[in-house]
């Protein structure tokens, strides 16, 4: 498959909802051998969206589709994510504590904002380095 087809293939599930039409074009697609999952890998990787990928797949009964080893490994990346996003919670509860201690009112951006928005529905979907 081309860029732009890995590209749009990794779009599909990431924006995954209820709609069975869409999930049942997506197995079929995902049945098909002719899928490069290196390069799905690297793709997910380089956008950081590698977690929330598994996380789609997981959530819509699709990983059975996906070749083993490669579900194991983004369980095992997941599982990296979800540790390291419990310990900078961790930490940003802290800070807000000494800053509140000093009457200073913090303001969070990015991924740590992200984590105490609670935007996601499991913090392994963050990765780390965003």
Sequence with gaps: ???KKNLLLVS???TLSDDRFIIDE???????QSIDWEKI???SSGNLVLPALYFKLKENNLLAFIPHDLSNYLLQISEINR?????ILKQ?????LLFKNEEFKPVFIKGAASL????????????IGD
């Design 92 to 96: 940003i509860q802290h800070l807000n």
């Design 12 to 14: 599909k599930i990431l």
């Design 83 to 87: 540790n390291r996003n419990r310990q």
């Design 1 to 3: 498959m081309s860029y």
């Design 26 to 32: 997506i197995k079929l697609q995902l049945k098909n």
């Design 41 to 43: 890998v690297k793709i």
């Design 116 to 127: 105490v928005l609670e935007l996601y529905d499991d913090i392994s979907e963050r990765m």
